[in-house]
């Protein structure tokens, strides 16, 4: 399992990158956030197993949550036993949103 911070996954996506970014923040964090980081797609941690395969197996995979500790390293570890090329963010969500990057509402 790889990590990434948040000046890499800016890069990554000013430069187009291709890669699956997925919110794996606890619902109710989520929720009172209100907002995501633009392009991610959100996966309830606590049903890692039941979604599990159906993250895209051709391109990195990055997840976050709220603050980049257990949660996504543990959701990433899994994919990464898997054979996915998983990595976690650095700080999470609370570092991307302090780090003034841009989010959006949650879809």
């Avoid at 890499?8 to 919110?23: H, I, T």
């Avoid at 392009?39 to 895209?56: G, I, M, N, R, Y």
Wanted: net charge negative.
């Amino acid at each position: 399992m790889q990590r990434i911070s948040i000046r890499e996954l800016a890069e990554w996506q000013a430069e187009g990158r291709c890669f699956e970014l997925l919110d794996v923040r606890r619902a109710i964090a989520r929720n009172a956030d209100g907002v995501q980081i633009v392009d991610a797609t959100w996966h309830d941690p606590e049903q890692l197993f039941s979604w599990k395969d159906q993250v895209p197996r051709d391109r990195p995979v990055i997840l976050y949550c709220a603050r980049g500790h257990e949660i996504s390293q543990g959701c990433a570890a899994t994919l990464w036993a898997m054979g996915l090329d998983a990595r976690y963010l650095v700080d999470g969500f609370a570092g991307w949103r302090e780090a003034k990057q841009p989010v959006c509402d949650l879809v």
